[in-house]
């Protein structure tokens, strides 16, 4: 059973509105999408254009929202990370090529393509949710975890 206090429903509205109302202004300021795995691939060469320093400011707001995220909270908040190397670069591959083998990555299907009624970007992010459901499931109840 999910336990779920007033703050932890809060932060996910909050987190909600903001994550949508930046990708409707970005839409709306740039024209581009949202999409997190596009803004970071298309930092390297050899893509070079007057878009670098919007993606630049996007990948670099990613970084800091935590950040600052934590800074204005009055008590602490722990994140914990695995310290198993091959199982962090093993997701990064998997996340990598889903990614790439499904034309984006969650926020660019599941927060704009849904949002602009794309009938392969509700394929996507059903697929994403399946997926992700079904390895809390494996890693809980198979595996243990």
């Known amino acids: 059973m999910l336990n779920l206090d007033a703050n932890t429903v809060l932060a996910a509205i909050v987190g909600g509105v903001l994550i949508g109302a930046s990708a409707v202004l970005?839409?709306?300021?740039?024209?581009r999408i949202a999409g997190v795995s596009g803004f970071l691939s298309r930092l390297l060469p050899p893509y070079s254009d007057d878009e670098f320093p919007v993606r630049l400011a996007f990948v670099a707001g990613l970084f800091a929202a935590p950040l600052v995220y934590a800074a204005a909270l009055v008590s602490p908040v722990t994140i914990e990370v695995t310290s198993n190397v091959p199982l962090l670069v093993a997701a990064g591959v998997l996340v990598g090529f889903g990614a790439v083998r499904g034309s984006g990555c969650t926020s660019g299907h599941g927060v704009c393509g849904n949002a602009r009624l794309?009938?392969?970007?509700?394929?996507?992010?059903c697929t994403f949710m399946t997926t992700g459901a079904l390895t809390v499931y494996a890693m809980r109840h198979m595996l243990g975890g």
């Open 118 to 125: 794309s009938p392969r970007s509700l394929v996507a992010t």
């Open 26 to 31: 970005l839409m709306a300021m740039t024209g």
